[in-house]
């Protein structure tokens, strides 16, 4: 059974770029979440994905977008790349329900340098 | 807003000796889930244990275990018997039991607590 699985794994990339970062959810799950994780830092919520929609998103700019697609895989995509965008790239995914109690998996990330 | 405060940055404890790393968050919420991740090189977080405000015993998971102070808003992890191979980051979070009006929640964690184990 594959868990959460992310690509790539390192990228650089030059200020004002854009970089599409993806993810493939452990298997049965339907709900793919994104975190940053900047240096020493803890992830910080960026946005959560339902049934192809955005359905909560954190306190980051609209340069931050994303899509999942019908097979509940998800892209994160940041346009106009800032130096402050370097960090660590997280996607974790989890199964819906009526409570939030389901357990939430991670993968090992997307590591992005902003040059 | 939630709130996950790890005040310890850095820890250290001798192999096979205990330690426990600290946690205190902040909600006006009643009915909400505690965690505490690891993160070790390879970045992947990884659940060590899990507390549901609402259950007055505390979570143990093998060598971890928890100290949950609802009213003081406090939840500390305690290592047992400490490997070589738990040292990591180690991340406290705060989710809320309700999900919001959009049908969701996320995750609120702290700065982490990096633990070294001496051989």
């Known amino acids: 059974d594959a868990g959460v699985t992310q690509s790539p794994t390192h990228l650089i990339k030059t200020r004002g770029q854009q970089v599409t970062l993806r993810c493939s959810p452990k298997?049965?799950?339907?709900?793919v979440s994104w975190y940053q994780q900047a240096l020493g830092q803890g992830p910080q919520f960026i946005f959560q994905y339902y049934e192809e929609e955005e359905r909560q998103r954190g306190n980051f700019p609209d340069r931050f977008s994303g899509h999942q697609f019908p097979n509940y895989s998800s892209e994160l995509n940041v346009n106009a790349l800032l130096l402050g965008d370097s960090a660590l790239y997280l996607c974790a995914s989890s199964l819906d329900g009526t409570r939030s109690g389901n357990t939430i998996y991670f993968g090992e990330g997307s590591w992005l340098t902003v040059v | 807003a939630q709130t996950v405060t790890q005040s310890q940055p850095e820890m250290s404890v001798q192999e096979a000796e205990t330690v426990t790393l600290s946690c205190t968050y902040d909600t006006s919420e009643s009915d909400y889930y505690l965690f505490w991740y690891k993160q070790p090189p390879s970045r992947q977080m990884i659940l060590v244990i899990r507390q549901e405000a609402y259950k007055q015993q505390n979570a143990t998971e093998n060598r971890f275990s928890v100290n949950f102070q609802k009213a003081a808003k406090s939840f500390s992890l305690k290592i047992s018997d400490s490997q070589l191979g738990d040292a990591a980051m180690y991340f406290c979070?705060?989710?809320?039991?309700?999900?919001?009006?959009?049908?969701?929640?996320?995750?609120?964690f702290g700065t982490g607590t990096r633990l070294t184990v001496i051989p």
């Open positions: 298997s049965g799950h339907d709900t």
């Open positions: 979070a705060y989710r809320s039991a309700v999900l919001d009006k959009t049908g969701a929640n996320n995750l609120f």
